[in-house]
């Protein structure tokens, strides 16, 4: 009888646990993850250590490669378990020397950056006049002759990035066509310090390429102004860029086993290569080292969920995706036990939420996946990152989204994030400990649940 009693209560139990939302079940360990995380020195330190001692980490570097070493060591230092070093080939793009000189109507040393990919010029460099134009669409108004044998210079203002970055993407290309010998922009962002921004171009297939580079807001707003006024502008750009062969480089990943479903995972990370100026902090040293502290503290806590959780911090991201394919491809068939996948590549000012993707799923299934995602989101209301929209995920995530894996991208304030993007200014100075604490906190409530609920997102 007395056996039988138990039996029922336990019975009850479950059914009870069963019936209640995902916020009353996990309000307890929601609140000890974030007073943990509030309260942590450790994730700092390991930034600290990242940004400061390592550095920018372009792929292909040396630095990147200490920051491979030294991350799969401290994945080991903070317990996790299965840590390996997973290759992969990237890219390998050397910026070498590089300078602008303005050199008619007057003579000034213009602050750039190359853009990352572009070729280098000639050894004696590029001496041509200056076409100004704000836009693409502007540009293709002019005839041939006008841009032949020119320099574009395209002096675009900040409108967002989406809609800005074409001109750093595609602008090279775009000028070639019409016979420019090499392509200035107006650094993608919406103020300047004398800070030029770097980042990838992409060559058309049909066109030649051309030296391409950043000037700051400073050097494009000057350049447009001589033009105006109609005098001649003509500038000399040097540039020693250059791609070399691919070199070897590595995700880095590590976990806490499942205590019943070890097979299932939730992935979380952000990626570990920067551009070779900063010091990789809110892009991406932040993500990596918040989604590494997150698991850390769930297992400093004692906590077991029912699957795996796996950190990784995937290379290449910037400059060519090499990493997130590696690792797609690393997981060949057993995508299908990836319960969800959150990246956090955005900075890391003070959380909102996460944006939740689901590839081709159908709306019943997607609403349900919001609803739960929402009651997980309301356990993070102490760090103001209750937010779930529709629609999210991220670069290194996207192959494993495209194979059905629910995907969350961590969303930010996002208000400083692209002053100091692609630039010097990306050092550890621009990043609050405070909100550094908070989105730790916000990324190992998420993934702890996902991780640990009966069910899947998307059943």
Known sequence: MILARVGFALMFAALALNAATLTEQYKVVAARLIDAALADDQGWEKLSWLTDRIGNRLSGSASLEQAVAWAAETMKADGLVNVEKLPVKVPHWVRGQESATLLEPVKRDLPMLGLGGSVGTPAGGITAEVVVVRTIDELEKLNRERVTGKIVLYNEAWTGYGSTVLY????????????????????????SLQTPHTGVLEYAADTPKIPAAALTVEGAALLERLARAGSKVVVRLSMEARMLPDADSANVIGEIRGREKPGEVVVLGGHLDSWDVGAGAQDDGSGCIAALQAVALIRKLGLHPRRTIRVVFWTNEENGGAGAKAYRQWAGDQVKNHVAAIEMDGGSERPLGFGLGLTGAPEDVVTRAMEKAREIGKLLERVGATEILRGGGGADIGPLMRDGVPGLGHRTVGQRYFEWHHTAADTLDKIDKQDFRMNVAALAVMAYVLADMPGRLSD
């Open 168 to 191: 750093r993407t595609q602008g090279p290309s775009r000028a070639a066509k019409l016979g420019a010998v090499a392509v200035l922009i107006r650094s993608v962002g919406p103020v």
